[in-house]
């Protein structure tokens, strides 16, 4: 008899620290949010069963420290991954300038075997705050550049938040 066993999706987001990587984690799975900043130490995980097209999948969020100093643990963290998430903040032209960095990285330590097709999805969040540094179409150009899907919204109003993990899902299954 053949064994039905859920699909686990390892999805993981990367970017500065700051940009809000762990509050738009914990928006999408536990519905809250807080102002308090609490950097993320290493790594930290989070999962979510959900349906995509009528199958359940369990989603797993891995939550990476935006800080230099855990940038060498990405070799092991980034196997097996089947989307990564790459974040900026929309008020924050550095955090969007080092979208390139992280996503080179990423390719170099994950050793996805197709690289060229392998599905990054780029999310702008705090688009709540006034003092915008980086344009809608500014982030569409380069995510159009890398063959990236584009999301903006916002953990604290819980904007697009879920649009932009179904989506991860999505690509997620197709790696599988
Ligand atoms: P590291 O763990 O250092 O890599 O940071 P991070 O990217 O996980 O950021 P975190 O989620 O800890 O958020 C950093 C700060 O930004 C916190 O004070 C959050 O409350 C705030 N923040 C996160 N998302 C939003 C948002 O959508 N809007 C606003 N206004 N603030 C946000």
Known sequence: MKKWVTPHLKVIIIGNSGVGKSSFMTRYVN???TSRYRATIGVDFLTKEITIDSSSVIL???DTAGTERFRSIGGT???GVHCCLLMFDVTS???FAALEGWRKE???QAHPPEPCSFPFIVIGNKTDL????VSHKVAVQWCNKVGAEYFEGSAKEDIDVDKAFSSAARAA???Y
């Open 31 to 33: 519905k809250h949010f």
């Open 60 to 62: 797993q969020i891995w």
């Open 77 to 79: 963290l980034y196997r």
């Open 93 to 95: 032209s550095a955090s």
């Open 106 to 108: 990423f390719l170099e």
């Open 130 to 133: 006034e003092n915008r540094e």
């Open 173 to 175: 299954l197709l790696q």
